[in-house]
């Protein structure tokens, strides 16, 4: 079974950057497109970016182009997700996902992800 790790989150002043990572264990990264989605509290998880199983990019939310990026070492089994020029509308729990299948899909459910990982808190303040 797949198990999906996240860290890196913590505090950031706006402006600042941070890189998250997502580490999976019980499986083979490389196989998946992995996902990063964003919760504050008393909403629901939005999604933030997604990377193929061949590495290409997607972006599931306009207010993060230009700013964050993500990226896929396999031979770590890690996702990265690289966030600069971090604003003050950035801070939430960060979760990366995936549904198992090679390819991103924006317009999916998440209800259609099988695995995720527990989340890091990303705060941005001055």
């Known amino acids: 079974q797949v198990q999906l790790v996240e860290s890196g989150g913590g505090l950031v002043q706006p402006g600042g950057s941070l890189r998250l990572s997502c580490a999976a264990s019980g499986g083979f990264l490389h196989n998946y497109a992995i996902s990063w989605f964003r919760q504050v509290p008393g909403k629901g998880r939005e999604g933030v970016l997604c990377?193929?199983?061949?590495?290409?990019?997607?972006a599931f939310s306009d207010s993060v182009k230009g700013r964050f990026t993500i990226s896929r070492d396999n031979s770590k089994n890690t996702v990265y997700l690289q966030m600069s020029n971090l604003k003050l509308e950035d801070p939430a729990v960060y979760y990366c996902a995936t549904d198992l299948g090679p390819f991103c899909f924006p317009q999916a459910s998440t209800d259609e992800y099988d695995y995720w990982g527990r989340g890091t808190q990303v705060t941005v303040s001055s």
């Open positions: 990377i193929s199983k061949h590495g290409d990019a997607t």
